[in-house]
Every structure is written in structure tokens, then in C-alpha cells.
């Protein structure tokens, strides 16, 4: 593991400086789910973009933990309390005002479909909303320690499991079972089923 990696809170950093960075980071998590829910690659970089700089809502910087070789941003994790993530959803709504109504409408009917590929969050866990390393700092330990500051964080918080979602046909699964990780479900949805989102896996972990 390169020594110059430090993780940083979010908060802590200029996050617009990185704000490409990140979003490509958090789209290389679920490419295909991204891409059906939200319509367009545009879309994407709109939504999350504004929600890193939206304290509370889903993407927030408050809640993430940054990477860094350097000044090069190579990694991120996203997580917080899984009772949180309703409210989250929620603080998203202003975001929604810079969307199309005809793209809004058609993203709320997908989103409708997608919502049983999650399954609820156990309120004792901490969720991990999205961690993502560059391609090129894959299989360097960068992965392993924002996992490993998720873990602590959650122990800090009194909760007793870490829970994430991956999509079945990712290298990520293989990562998060090294790493001790189970799959309680797997879910899938007839509509983005066909247009090509894969099964997806909920795991979780004890701490």
C-alpha cells in the first residue's frame, strides 16, 4: 500500500474541486443501474453532482470519506446510518426542480421498478451508499482501508452491521466476500432486468 494515501472527511476538502472525479467514481459502482434509473449519463452528473454539495441528502460530502494520493483523489466512500437514508431521499427533492418534467416523470416510473432491487435497511447497520477506487489504484489496499474506516465509524456509532448493495456480476463481490462480507438477498426486476440491469446482491457484515 503507497504510504502518501490519506483519507480525509469530506467536509474537510473543497469538494467542487473534485466533483468529476467523484461522480465518475460513484457511477463505476452500478454503471447499468445508473444509467436505466436515471436516463442519461447528463442526468447522472447532475443529480449527484448538486446532491455532494447538499448537506443531508444522499451524495453529500458531510457523510463521505475521501482517498488521497497526493492531491489526486483515487477513492471514496459514501455511508451513514441506514435509518437516515429516507430522510436523505427526501433532502434530494429540490435537486429534482433542475430535471425535465418529461425526464422526471420517466425517472420516477423507473425508480418505482428499481426500488425492489433494494430491499429495506436494517436500522442497527450503517450502509454503504457507494465506495469506489480508481482503476488503476484497484487491488492496492486503497478498498480495503475507507472499508476498514467505514467499519470504525459504524462501531463509533454503536451499530452492529455494515450493509451495502453490488450489482451480481461485479469484481466488487469477490472483493466485499474477501473482506468477510455475506449476501443475504439477491434481487431482481423483470423491466431492468431487460434492459440490462443484472441481479443485484444485498450484503452485509457483522462488526
Known amino acids: ?16 474541486k473534485y466533483r468529476h472525479a467523484v461522480i465518475e467514481l460513484l457511477f463505476q459502482t452500478g454503471e447499468e443501474l445508473y444509467t436505466y434509473q436515471f436516463i ?9 453532482g448538486k446532491s455532494l454539495e447538499l448537506k443531508g441528502s444522499l451524495f453529500s460530502a458531510d457523510e ?13 466512500e459514501i ?10 431521499q427526501i433532502t434530494m427533492k429540490p435537486i429534482w426542480d433542475n430535471v425535465g418534467k418529461k425526464d422526471l416523470k420517466l425517472i420516477i416510473k ?5 426500488r425492489y432491487l433494494t430491499p429495506s435497511i436494517e436500522s442497527n447497520s450503517y450502509y454503504v451508499l457507494g465506495l469506489s477506487v480508481k482503476k488503476e489504484w484497484q487491488g492496492k489496499g486503497v478498498g480495503k482501508l475507507l472499508m476498514n474506516n467505514a467499519m470504525e465509524r459504524a462501531r463509533n456509532l454503536g451499530l452492529k452491521q455494515i450493509q ?13 466476500q474477501a473482506l468477510g462480507f ?10 431492468p432486468k431487460e434492459n440490462g440491469v443484472p441481479t443485484m446482491f444485498r450484503m452485509s457484515s457483522h462488526i
Open 1 to 16: 500500500m503507497d504510504q502518501k494515501i490519506r483519507l480525509i472527511d469530506g467536509k474537510d476538502i473543497p469538494i467542487s
Open 40 to 48: 442519461s449519463k447528463e442526468i447522472i452528473d447532475l443529480v449527484i
Open 64 to 76: 463521505a470519506t475521501v482517498a488521497l494520493n497526493g492531491n489526486d483523489l483515487v477513492g471514496i
Open 79 to 88: 455511508g451513514f446510518t441506514g435509518t437516515c437514508f429516507r430522510k436523505r
Open 110 to 114: 423507473r425508480s418505482r421498478q428499481c
Open 164 to 176: 451495502l448493495d453490488v450489482m451480481s456480476n461485479y469484481h466488487a463481490v469477490s472483493f466485499y
Open 182 to 191: 455475506q449476501c443475504l438477498v439477491a434481487s431482481t426486476s423483470p423491466l
